[in-house]
């Protein structure tokens, strides 16, 4: 292999799963509902990923070092759109150090559902290839968006994420649930994508191009188009709101778990949910120039995460608690974003993919091996039955709670770090995210003990026909970053130095980035981070303690529904009754309208026909009058027509 073969490999990245996606779209049109063809549309996915895999080590290996914007390898493919403007529309792919660092996550994980889902869809043969097709197709778009070269190339992979998990949060097509959640997300999806339109067209206006690197030339201090970054980072902001369910636009993803567990996996880790977090990222010039945006985007994610937290405390369904669990650990992201942060934003989408991705495919393990239940309440004991289940399942809360020495505590631990050195309320908007990180951890153990102990309150599942190696060996895959990913960014508490990771990073943005984070944040000393890290310790084994006394040593249980419960667990169990408030001021006036226009349109719509029928019948009974047979009278008004015509011709007329 040779530098000059990185092109043939990067273009091999993205588009080798849609090859996959093609040929097993053929295979199901070619096989119906047969289940003859779905090894072949099983190897064909796995091949696929392997060999987009196989084709990002080639260019990490044999790319040189990266070391700022001008070693970025940019590789356009075709001209797309010509307009008779400056701005250039091209078809282009882009390997940077963000890309270097995300191509892997997306990868690791996609393979690993792939494998998961073969046990899991083992009592639906029939939909393999069809499954499968999607999942190729929904890995591929996340891949064009991680290596977009362009806004233009990011908005058509933001665009396929979207239809992507559309079809598959829908993919049981015989529950009506399962399509009225495909429906909601996307619809609300839209309004995102509406917002990064508007953002993209005001980019496409300042700096009459598309290109990232031109957007980090034109978005600088004392720059032309600076003082338009405000509305710029507002726009991505919503956008992000939607695509990674923040405030006010997260109600989405908690109904999206209604798809396979694996693609619950797939959305809430390495693809959908984190494409707003990464379109932060990628916008890092503009929203270090918006530092009224960012404030906003600070507050917005630490009170999604504070809610969904709260929220995640009070449910009852498996996928619903690691639903709004990953609803808040995003919006830690996008508040360590606000603050500045984006390095430790992206380490914490780093290693929240593993440990929340392993935390959905051991809870799909735990429904299949209990006949798909979901309640927590009707199971326990699991640990017993199936140990290595639970001690995986374990790591993953252990981290998904911030304990120290697994990967979650070290990136939250840089969040918290961030957030109490904002300069618009640190020490508020710190508060918070301590509550979050103690909220967390309750509902995490509280997950782990319900489910994993006590006694056994559902039927479990035994037999050759369940699934066991392709349901272990990507929970023990997992379970390795889950444990270690941390450790590539030890605080500089700990080391005395910046962690590489974020020096690797941050090669990525631009070289006057450092000097104007101190508009949005102050520097700590080591004593400051010191009590930081001991407050998130101190949060996270308080939760844990008290989940372990109230549910573990007294042996309480969630309360049945319909039940008697406190207002707060109420609050809790009914989501805020924010979909219900929704329901009401947008749904409900919006299905009124559209009763009535449809109603009008019912009684209109016969009547204006009748109308024009009523009018050419009229006009046709006028002209028959015309036509009476008589040769003189069409001699008549064959020479007024041409007396006409000469006074015409004339001028007399």
């Given at each position: 292999?040779?530098p000059?073969?990185i092109?043939?490999?990067?273009?091999?990245i993205?588009?080798?799963?849609?090859?996959?996606?093609?040929?097993?779209?053929?295979?199901?049109?070619?096989?119906?509902r047969?289940?003859?063809?779905r090894?072949?549309?099983?190897a064909i996915?796995?091949v696929?990923?392997?060999?987009s895999?196989i084709s990002y080590?080639?260019v990490?290996l044999?790319?040189?070092?990266l070391?700022g914007e001008g070693?970025?390898t940019i590789l356009?493919?075709?001209?797309w759109i010509?307009?008779?403007q400056p701005?250039?529309l091209?078809?282009a792919?882009?390997?940077?150090?963000?890309a270097?660092l995300?191509?892997?996550?997306v990868?690791?994980i996609?393979?690993?559902?792939?494998?998961?889902?073969i046990?899991?869809?083992?009592?639906?043969?029939?939909d393999?290839v069809?499954y499968?097709a999607?999942?190729c197709?929904?890995l591929?778009s996340?891949?064009?968006?991680?290596?977009?070269?362009?806004?233009?190339v990011f908005?058509?992979?933001?665009?396929?994420?979207g239809?992507?998990?559309y079809?598959?949060?829908?993919?049981?097509?015989?529950?009506?649930?399962?399509?009225?959640?495909g429906?909601?997300a996307f619809?609300?999806n839209r309004?995102?994508d509406a917002?990064?339109?508007?953002a993209?067209?005001?980019i496409f206006?300042?700096t009459?191009?598309a290109?990232?690197r031109?957007?980090?030339?034109?978005f600088q201090?004392?720059?032309?188009?600076?003082?338009h970054?405000?509305?710029?980072?507002?726009?991505a902001?919503?956008?992000a709101?939607a695509?990674?369910?923040?405030i006010?636009?997260?109600?989405w993803l908690p109904d999206?778990?209604?798809?396979?567990?694996?693609?619950?996996?797939?959305?809430h880790?390495?693809?959908?949910v984190?494409a707003?977090?990464?379109?932060?990222?990628?916008?890092?010039?503009?929203?270090?120039l918006?530092?009224?945006a960012?404030?906003?985007?600070?507050?917005?994610g630490?009170?999604?995460?504070?809610?969904a937290?709260f929220?995640?405390?009070?449910?009852?369904d498996?996928k619903?608690?690691?639903?709004?669990?990953?609803?808040s650990?995003l919006g830690?992201?996008?508040?360590?974003v606000g603050c500045?942060?984006?390095?430790a934003?992206f380490?914490?989408?780093f290693?929240?993919?593993f440990?929340?991705a392993?935390?959905?495919l051991?809870a799909g393990?735990?429904?299949?091996?209990?006949h798909?239940?979901q309640?927590?309440?009707?199971m326990?004991?699991?640990?017993?039955e199936f140990?290595?289940?639970?001690?995986?399942?374990?790591?993953a809360?252990?981290?998904?709670a911030?304990?120290?020495?697994f990967?979650?505590f070290?990136?939250?631990?840089?969040?918290l770090?961030?957030a109490?050195?904002a300069n618009?309320?640190?020490?508020?908007l710190g508060?918070?995210?301590l509550?979050?990180?103690?909220l967390t951890?309750?509902?995490?153990?509280?997950l782990?003990?319900?489910?994993l102990?006590g006694?056994?309150?559902?039927?479990i599942?035994h037999g050759e026909?369940l699934?066991?190696?392709?349901?272990?060996?990507p929970?023990?895959?997992l379970a390795i970053p889950?444990?270690?990913?941390g450790?590539a960014?030890?605080?500089?508490l700990f080391?005395?130095?910046?962690?590489y990771?974020f020096e690797?990073?941050?090669?990525?943005?631009p070289l006057?980035s450092?000097q104007l984070?101190s508009?949005?944040q102050?520097?700590h000393?080591h004593e400051q981070?010191l009590?930081?890290?001991?407050?998130?310790?101190?949060?996270a084994?308080?939760?844990?303690?008290?989940a372990?006394?109230?549910y573990?040593?007294?042996?309480?249980r969630?309360?049945a529904?319909?039940a008697y419960?406190?207002?707060?667990?109420?609050?809790a169990l009914?989501?805020?009754?924010?979909?219900?408030l929704?329901?009401?001021?947008?749904?409900?006036?919006?299905r009124?309208?559209?009763?009535?226009?449809?109603s009008?349109?019912?009684n209109?719509t016969?009547?204006v026909?009748?109308?024009?029928?009523?009018?050419?019948?009229?006009?046709a009974?006028?002209?028959a009058t015309?036509?009476?047979?008589?040769?003189?009278h069409?001699?008549?008004?064959?020479?007024?027509?041409?007396?006409?015509l000469?006074?015409?011709?004339l001028?007399?007329?």
């Open positions: 292999m040779r000059e073969q092109p043939y490999f990067l273009f091999a993205p588009f080798l799963p849609l090859a996959a996606a093609v040929a097993n779209t053929a295979l199901w049109g070619y096989s119906g047969s289940v003859r063809l090894h072949f549309a099983i996915t796995l696929a990923f392997l060999g895999g080590a080639a990490s044999l790319h040189h070092p070391n070693t970025a356009p493919l075709w001209g010509k307009i008779n701005l250039k091209y078809w792919l882009r390997f940077d150090a963000l270097n995300m191509l892997p996550v990868l690791l996609g393979i690993l559902v792939a494998i998961f889902s046990g899991y869809l083992h009592d639906r043969k029939h393999q069809r499968f999607w999942l197709f929904f591929f996340m891949l064009l968006l991680v290596v977009a070269g362009n806004l233009l908005f058509v992979a933001w665009e396929a994420v239809l992507a998990s079809k598959l949060i829908s993919f049981y097509v015989e529950k009506e649930i399962a399509q009225r959640s429906v909601k619809v609300v309004i995102g917002a990064l339109l508007l993209m067209f005001a206006h300042l009459g191009s290109d990232f031109d957007l980090g030339l034109a201090p004392g720059g032309s188009a600076e003082r970054a405000n509305f710029v980072a507002l726009m902001l919503l956008a709101a695509k990674s369910a923040q006010p636009l997260y109600v999206a778990m209604t798809g396979p567990t694996p693609i619950s996996a797939l959305i880790a390495a693809t959908m984190t707003g977090i990464f379109l932060m990222l990628r916008l890092e010039p503009v929203f270090i918006a530092p009224q960012s404030a906003l985007t600070a507050w917005t630490a009170l999604t995460a504070l809610l937290a929220i995640a405390a009070g449910q009852t498996i619903k608690v690691l639903a709004f669990s990953t609803v650990q830690l992201m996008v508040a360590a500045g942060s984006y390095a934003a380490f914490h989408l290693t929240h993919a440990f929340k392993m935390l959905f051991c393990a735990v429904i299949t091996y209990l798909h239940e309640n927590i309440r009707h326990g004991g699991l640990l017993r140990p290595l289940l639970g001690f995986l399942f374990w790591i809360i252990a981290a998904l911030g304990i120290p020495g990967s979650g070290f990136s939250k631990d840089h969040i770090a961030a109490f050195s618009f309320g640190g020490m508020f508060s918070i995210l509550v979050v990180s103690l951890a309750f509902y995490s153990f509280r782990g003990i319900i489910v102990h006694k056994p309150a559902h039927a599942g026909e699934p066991r190696v392709s349901f272990y060996l929970l023990v895959a889950s444990l270690f990913a450790f960014a030890l605080p500089a080391t005395g130095n910046q962690p990771f690797y990073l941050e090669r990525n943005f006057y450092s984070v508009v949005l102050h520097k000393g981070e009590m930081v890290v001991i407050a998130g310790v101190a949060a084994l308080v939760g844990a303690i008290a372990i006394i109230y573990g040593i007294l042996k309480n969630p309360v529904e319909g419960r406190s207002l707060l667990a109420r609050l009914a989501k805020a009754y924010v979909d219900e929704y329901d009401f001021v947008f749904v409900q006036p919006y009124r309208w559209a009763q009535r226009l449809a009008a349109e019912d209109l016969p009547r026909a009748e109308g024009v029928a009523g009018f050419a019948a009229q006009v009974r006028f002209t015309l036509q009476t047979g008589v040769l003189a069409y001699a008549l008004s064959i020479f007024i027509g041409i007396v006409l000469l006074a015409l011709m001028g007399v007329l």
